[in-house]
């Protein structure tokens, strides 16, 4: 049986998820919707900073699947009815 240590240095997971979701934003990249959602939800694993970080590096790679308004899909936020 494996047990997961606890003793895991925090610049290793933050490595390992920075990578795994550059893989999966590369992987969804045929398609602007899906990219904005996987983007999206990597909010939720990463710090602030670290997202920051992430969304620079799709700036840098994918700048025409973004709009300058990303923010707007911020979960936490009201959304705005479509009329």
Request: overall charge negative.
């Amino acid at each position: 049986m494996l047990y997961y240590c606890n003793t895991v240095n925090q610049h290793n997971w933050y490595y390992f998820m920075h990578e795994y979701l550059i893989e999966e934003l590369v992987k969804v990249s045929f398609d602007r919707s899906l990219f904005l959602k996987e983007l999206n939800k990597s909010r939720r694993w990463l710090t602030t900073d670290e997202w920051e970080v992430l969304y620079g590096w799709a700036e840098d790679n994918y700048k025409h699947l973004l709009r300058a308004n990303f923010y707007a899909f911020d979960s936490s936020e009201e959304k705005i009815p479509d009329c």
